[in-house]
């Protein structure tokens, strides 16, 4: 189908303040097979499944199709809450890869103004892929699950009571009718490939993984630019596999390590973390590979704020890192985590610590990006706390509160810790649920 003369899909994405790049150029496939725009797009929605079509059936199939042509008529998809909810707020999640993949990027332009009436595509080309190929992870990280870690599904079943099942969230789970079909399926795009994002579970201990990264050298796509989000815990698989020498390999490599927390916070909340192999990871990538780019990833929750500051503070202090390599992403979910869901006075002594650092990284010269990030805490903490009192009572919040000591309590049972043993300087909040008898129906 050809486009028509009124039809310029080119000159509506300009224009369109929803337009996102990804349903052009890109597929999210998550562990148990579910094929998305992104990965934050809604959690238990999918526009497709690998476990029933190809990528290249979804590619323009209705769901597909109509997402394109909303993105295109500047309507917002319903499914898209991250970026629809964080405009005001924040450079939303999209406006990243508008930068990175549309602006300035002649070949993906020409891809959207090939766009046909019906929203669909005449070439399934990828340029960007982000394929979770199994849950396999070593950590049980507490603002994760079963769903992207095969460590958390014992725990998972204690904790709620479950009994053993076959389903989504309570197994080992690969996408695909079968554990090859991803890597296949992905494989034919490598040579044109711009950039691979590798999540899990735990990609570098994921064999799929490494024959990525082996077929884009076979095919002379050095220059491919790699994104991983790991744990950080380890760089081999097995004694052929070492993730630092194929870096070696490639011309931009990105490695944003996920780490909530440092010493033993870090080991409670991302639980089977061994904080000095962490260290060690560090100081062998500044030996080895110091053209890697490194972030610390961050996921700001309440219960880790106040070691966001200790954390960032002592790795710059250490010459881990410049004081702008850190990426901090806020925590909607769980959302007895969130930092939404907590009185307003625990808020404001957040806030002052945050402010602290913030001019103590002006201090040291960190770029106004990184002060922003902060300053974005801070609103997105007030921002969702006033829109939170307009439609939940302070039952609500309550609520929260006692899901926060439901589970922590249980959780702890379970793995033999004890969060305010760990995180003393939330006492406080533990005096409150006391006060307000938000935790005695849930002694054990």
């Given at each position: 189908?050809?486009?028509?003369?009124?039809?310029?899909?080119?000159?509506?994405?300009k224009k369109s303040r929803t337009f996102c790049i990804l349903p052009w150029i890109h597929q999210y496939v998550g562990p148990p097979g579910d094929v998305k725009p992104c990965c934050v797009y809604e959690h238990k929605e999918q526009i497709g499944s690998l476990k029933e079509n190809t990528l290249k059936e979804i590619w323009n199939n209705d769901a597909t199709k109509a997402m394109r042509l909303k993105f295109l008529n500047g309507e917002e998809d319903a499914n898209c809450g991250r970026c629809n909810s964080r405009v005001e707020l924040e450079a939303e999640f999209k406006n990243k890869f508008n930068d990175d993949f549309f602006t300035n990027n002649q070949g993906n332009q020409a891809v959207v103004a090939a766009t046909n009436p019906d929203g669909s595509l005449d070439d399934h080309r990828l340029v960007y892929m982000d394929v979770r190929f199994n849950?396999?992870?070593?950590?049980?990280?507490?603002?994760?699950?079963?769903?992207?870690?095969t460590s958390w599904i014992v725990d998972s079943r204690k904790l709620y009571n479950k009994k053993v099942k076959e389903g989504m969230d309570d197994e080992f789970q690969f996408p695909g009718k079968t554990e090859e079909q991803a890597l296949s399926e992905m494989t034919p795009h490598l040579p044109t490939m711009e950039s691979v994002y590798f999540a899990g579970g735990e990609p570098l201990m994921q064999k799929e993984h490494y024959e990525v990264l082996n077929t884009l050298v076979e095919v002379g796509n050095s220059d491919c630019h790699i994104r991983y989000n790991t744990n950080f815990t380890k760089f081999t698989m097995g004694a052929k596999h070492d993730a630092?020498?194929?870096?070696?390999?490639?011309?931009?490599?990105?490695?944003?390590?996920?780490?909530?927390?440092?010493?033993a916070k870090a080991e409670y909340w991302r639980y089977g973390t061994v904080w000095k192999d962490v260290v060690a990871n560090r100081q062998r990538m500044l030996q080895e590979v110091p053209h890697v780019r490194f972030n610390i990833g961050f996921t700001l929750s309440w219960p880790n704020a106040f070691n966001l500051i200790e954390f960032h503070r002592e790795w710059v202090e250490q010459g881990y890192i410049h004081p702008d390599n850190i990426l901090i992403n806020c925590l909607d979910g769980p959302?007895?985590?969130?930092?939404?869901?907590?009185?307003d006075w625990k808020k404001a002594k957040i806030e002052t610590a945050l402010r602290d650092q913030i001019q103590w990284l002006k201090d040291r010269g960190a770029s106004s990006?990184?002060?922003?990030?902060?300053?974005?805490?801070?609103?997105?903490?007030?921002?969702?706390?006033?829109?939170?009192?307009?439609?939940v009572p302070e039952g609500g919040l309550h609520d929260s509160l006692k899901n926060f000591s439901r589970i922590t309590k249980k959780l702890d049972a379970i793995r033999g810790e004890s969060f305010f043993d760990v995180f003393p300087e939330h006492l406080d909040i533990k005096e409150y649920m006391t006060e307000h008898g938000l935790h005695d129906e849930f002694d054990y």
């Open positions: 189908m050809e486009n028509n003369n009124e039809f310029k899909p080119l000159d509506l994405a849950n396999l992870c070593n950590l049980a990280c507490r603002s994760c699950g079963p769903h992207f870690s630092i020498e194929y870096w070696k390999r490639f011309k931009n490599v990105n490695v944003n390590a996920s780490l909530d927390g440092s010493h959302p007895y985590y969130s930092l939404k869901n907590i009185p990006q990184t002060v922003f990030m902060y300053e974005t805490a801070i609103g997105f903490m007030h921002q969702q706390r006033a829109l939170l009192s307009q439609t």
